[in-house]
């Protein structure tokens, strides 16, 4: 058995005998998910209380802050280039132009159609992988993938229009749509550049160029488009959602998100985002007595059947161990 005959995930012994699968990955990724959707209402409050742009730039200088003081003797022993610091401003304006997009996009439409809209983006990481590297086998997508993201999609339809009459559904899509499905490209594409460039070698680096590059831009549209406060006039509950998200939301989640999706597939990673909904009704639940329909219950469940459904067994193109260490050896050549 060849080192190409590998699959995402599973573990070999010395003799190259396939042991078990190792699910660390996957199991990393819905961690992330889980801190999404537990400082979901925080975001919320915080976007509310200081405007989203100034929020999002102090959000993401405390992040930036804590990067670079967990990497920063691995930056000084080098491991910038052109490579990595294009893939980072990348990824990092994808980052951006996401969050840009959704509160953009939110000012004419409704929140339950943003949030199912953005939910595409778990489509179309396929749909996209599908188009642009039809010839890289590593990042094809499997039928199992199209299955879990199907279900994916399913689950988040049920979970944002299952609240009956209070979700305002309406079929006519308007400018907020339009704004919202650019935010669902973004996502989709930072999802799908983390998977194409990003390897265990280079991550840090380019982790601290796209945090950077989403401060830079939420700054500079804060100072153009809102006034931001002095810090002494944000209220303990503002300074309570900077820290939660900045230290966990941003700076954990996302060293989480570079650090173990290149070891899984775009396609698996946008499926267990997609569970983010199912985390923050829980939470929502289980710390602000929110209740869940009968149908958004069953969307949860559609949503984690996606999750399972991806892991099937099947073959996979190729091994994502070995892929990224000949592309980590290619860039440092």
Known sequence: MSALDKRPGQCYDAGMRPNRKSYLPQAALLSATVIWGWTFVLVKEGASELGPLTFLALRFALALFAILLLFW??????????????????????????????????LYTTATKSGFITGLSVILVPLLSALAFKEE???????RGWL???????????ILFGQGEAAGLELRLNLGD??????????????ISIGRFVNPGNYPTILVIQIGTVFV???????????????????????????????????????????????STPTEAAIIFSAEPVFAGLFGYLLLG?????????????ILGGIVASQLPGQHPAAVEQSLKRRGEEENE
């Open 217 to 263: 831009l939420s700054l500079a549209g804060a100072l153009l488009v809102e006034h931001p406060r002095l810090a002494m006039t944000i209220s303990p509950k503002g300074w309570e959602a900077i820290l939660i998200t900045g230290l966990l939301a941003t700076a954990l989640a996302f060293f989480i998100q570079n650090r173990f999706q290149p070891l």
């Open 178 to 191: 339009l704004l919202t499905l650019l935010c669902a490209f973004s996502f989709a594409l930072q999802v």
């Open 73 to 106: 003797g691995r930056l000084r022993r080098g491991g910038l280039n052109w490579g990595t610091l294009r893939a980072g401003l990348w990824i990092g304006l994808s980052l951006f132009s996401g969050y840009l997009f959704q509160t953009w996009g939110l």
């Open 290 to 302: 929110e209740r869940l329909t009968g149908l958004q219950l069953l969307g949860a469940a559609a």
């Open 137 to 143: 086998a590593r990042l094809r997508v499997p039928a």
């Open 148 to 158: 879990g993201a199907g279900l994916a999609a399913l689950g988040l339809g049920l």
